[in-house]
């Protein structure tokens, strides 16, 4: 086995900083980091004028909760653009492994496949009967009460991940990113907020301008597909990158 490994340690020598480069480089940083910690002290405390505007305007944003008001209402193009990141970096790591190709053999028509022959503990298998529904509701939780409360679908994004997150590293399921459900499922967040985009400016002549009678129910409805989308991506990442091939594999000849 350790014949098959290739130490590189005169790659790693030669990526070696000098001690008096690394000195250098420690003491630009110290005098950066104090003069910014500095600027930040002694600058004068500017008055919040957009969270007073924005707090002014809370009534017309559909919400009660000001951070959602501005993510999904005020600003919402910087929201649109960042689920729009989020999917191109779903894109770039969309290409299935060699692995995943293997475990996803026995069953490819579907997203989640379950091995049964895979040994999971009895008390991981009891642990997970108890987490997933509550992750779940948790994830429902955080998605209704970021209207009034902290939260919204990033949170509940993030929560339900974890969910996903159990189910792959208990090693029973194992998820197929290339099927049209699963494609759909990681876009459905981009193709609602785009709509609604689209459906306002049609509406209105003003894209991502919300009627006041609807806009509370529009922003949940794109905060339900995001949270959809935030949670596959999320989930689809660490199922690719644990998928990877291992430190060994790589350094074979």
């Known amino acids: 086995m350790f014949r098959k490994l290739i130490l590189s340690e005169s790659l790693s020598s030669q990526n070696e900083m000098t001690l008096l480069t690394r000195c250098a480089l420690a003491l630009v940083i110290s005098i950066l980091t104090i003069?910014?910690?500095?600027?930040?002290?002694?600058?004068?405390?500017a008055e919040p004028v957009l969270a007073i505007e924005?707090?002014?305007?809370?009534?017309?944003?559909?919400?009660?909760?000001?951070?959602t008001a501005v993510l999904l209402n005020f600003r919402s193009y910087d929201t649109l653009?960042?689920?729009?990141?989020?999917?191109?970096?779903?894109?770039?790591?969309?290409?299935?492994?060699?692995?995943?190709?293997?475990?996803?053999?026995?069953?490819?028509?579907?997203?989640l496949s379950v091995n049964d022959a895979q040994f999971v503990h009895p008390i991981l298998t009891a642990l997970l009967r108890w987490l997933i529904p509550l992750g779940i509701l948790l994830s429902g939780y955080l998605l209704w009460t970021g209207a009034y409360l902290p939260g919204g679908a990033f949170q509940a994004g993030a929560v339900l991940t974890g969910v996903g997150v159990a189910l792959a590293v208990a090693g029973r399921h194992h998820f197929t990113w290339h099927l049209f459900i699963a494609r759909f499922v990681?876009?459905?967040?981009?193709?609602?907020?785009?709509?609604m985009a689209a459906g306002n400016a049609l509406a209105t002549g003003i894209v991502l301008q919300y009627p006041i009678e609807h806009a509370g129910l529009i922003i949940l409805l794109v905060e339900?597909?995001?949270?959809?989308?935030?949670?596959?991506i999320l989930l689809m990442l660490f199922t690719q990158i644990t998928a990877l091939p291992n430190t060994s594999e790589r350094l074979k000849p």
């Open 35 to 45: 003069g910014l910690s500095a600027a930040l002290i002694l600058s004068p405390k």
């Open 81 to 111: 653009l960042e689920i729009a990141v989020l999917l191109i970096v779903a894109v770039t790591m969309s290409t299935p492994s060699n692995k995943q190709m293997n475990q996803s053999a026995a069953d490819t028509s579907r997203w």
């Open 186 to 195: 990681l876009t459905v967040g981009l193709i609602a907020f785009v709509a």
């Open 54 to 67: 924005a707090l002014d305007k809370l009534a017309l944003s559909g919400v009660e909760n000001p951070v």
């Open 224 to 232: 339900l597909a995001a949270t959809i989308s935030i949670a596959a």
